[in-house]
């Protein structure tokens, strides 16, 4: 599974979430002015714009293994050091910044422990270390009405609720099996008013993400059944969703 789509298209799928949820980050790991942060799988650059909002864009790095997100987040965030890598392997010196965040990132990643270690690795010797992932095993996502309804056509399709992350109290086990200190945890909720319902169903059909490519897998009449189940369910709009989050931070 790959994010190999523009930044355009992710942000309309999930744009809409994360940029209130990485604001709620960026609090959370009190960042302040005269620090230095950097952003890990930055998409388009969700909690890339608040971190520059909050320090300035001399102050921010950010990496994420998509060419057209880097391209995207460079775009958008002149000044800001945006490379191309993973979280695994990032290119920054030890003890580069003060504060390193990853928003939604945690659960795509080959190797969650290992990245928060590479993390830990960046931040100074006390700096905070921390991550946002959904609740995804318990439906609290954003794309629950769609994965449920997804289920009711397909019962052996396995979803997202097994990622990493993803269960109540994993991410805390993840910053700890990287070795940060003075791990804690949270939970996060944002809520999202969409005007219609095929402003909410539109985005899904781009091919971002899991939810994405499993709709795009299905043929037009599976497809439009779908699309049915959701519009029945969720109605014309408007309507609000409420999404839950899983946040833990820690000292490097």
């Known amino acids: 599974m790959t994010f190999e789509v523009?930044?355009?298209?992710y942000d309309r799928f999930m744009g809409r979430y994360s940029r209130p949820l990485a604001g709620m980050l960026v609090d959370w790991l009190e960042v302040s002015e005269g620090q230095r942060a950097i952003d890990v799988g930055c998409g388009p650059g969700a909690l890339t714009g608040h971190l520059v909002e909050r320090l300035s864009a001399a102050q921010v790095a950010a990496v994420d293994p998509?060419?057209?997100f880097v391209e995207a987040c460079r775009s958008r965030f002149p000044g800001v050091d945006v490379r191309e890598g993973s979280a695994e392997a990032l290119p920054h010196d030890a003890g580069s910044f003060d504060v390193a965040g990853s928003c939604l990132v945690?659960?795509?990643?080959?190797d969650p422990v290992g990245g928060l270690a590479e993390m830990a690795r960046v931040t100074?010797?006390?700096g905070r270390v921390g991550a946002t992932v959904w609740d995804l095993h318990g439906r609290r996502e954003p794309m629950a009405p769609l994965w449920s309804a997804l289920a009711e056509l397909d019962p052996d399709h396995p979803g997202e609720r097994g990622l990493p992350g993803g269960r109540e109290g994993q991410l805390v086990e993840i910053l700890e099996g990287a070795g940060l200190r003075d791990v804690e945890g949270t939970e996060m909720a944002v809520t999202v008013t969409h005007?219609?319902?095929e402003e909410w169903w539109e985005p899904y059909l781009h091919g971002v993400g899991p939810v994405g490519e499993s709709v795009a897998a299905l043929g037009p009449v599976r497809r439009e059944q779908l699309r049915a189940t959701c519009r029945e369910r969720l109605g014309p709009g408007p309507f609000d969703l409420t999404?839950?989050?899983?946040?833990?931070?820690?000292r490097a």
Do not use: D, K
């Not at 523009?6 to 298209?9: F, L, P, T």
């Not at 945690?106 to 080959?110: G, K, R, S």
């Open 243 to 250: 999404a839950v989050a899983f946040a833990a931070r820690g």
């Open 124 to 126: 100074r010797e006390g």
């Open 6 to 9: 523009a930044g355009e298209a």
């Open 66 to 68: 998509s060419p057209p």
């Open 106 to 110: 945690v659960h795509f990643m080959q």
């Open 195 to 197: 005007p219609s319902f």
